[in-house]
């Protein structure tokens, strides 16, 4: 089984920085070097909408909204992923998911991230 927890959500102003932080535990297969990790969000209203990715092979993408203003990584030894958000604005307030890929989607219970204007 695959748990992930996040962390690092919180209220910010706009052109403000936040790291969200996602633990990953449970079996073999929650190594975070070994599975396909991705951020996602879901703004009150809107659909679940992915953010960002990094794959085994520690290739990252984004999407169009956060391009060069997020960061996602990940510490093989800690196990964990990050995802770095810099310049934030009031258009990235939603609640973010961690998410595992292996075979199946595994979900984080989500962290709100709240920008103020």
């Known amino acids: 089984q695959v748990q992930l927890v996040e962390s690092g959500g919180g209220l910010v102003q706009a052109g403000g920085s936040l790291r969200l932080s996602c633990a990953a535990s449970?079996?073999?297969?929650?190594?975070?070097?070994?599975?396909?990790m991705g951020w996602y969000r879901q703004a009150p209203g809107k659909q679940r909408e992915l953010v960002a990715t990094?794959?085994?092979?520690?290739?990252?993408n984004y999407t169009d909204s956060v391009k060069g203003r997020f960061t996602i990584s990940r510490d093989n030894a800690k196990n964990m992923v990050y995802l770095q958000m810099d310049s934030l604005t009031p258009e990235d307030t939603a609640v973010y998911y961690c998410?595992?890929?292996?075979?199946?989607?595994?979900w984080g219970q989500g962290t709100q991230v709240t920008v103020s204007s």
């Open positions: 990094i794959t085994s092979g520690g290739s990252t």
């Open positions: 449970g079996s073999i297969f929650s190594l975070v070097r070994m599975n396909l």
């Open positions: 998410n595992l890929w292996r075979v199946r989607n595994y």
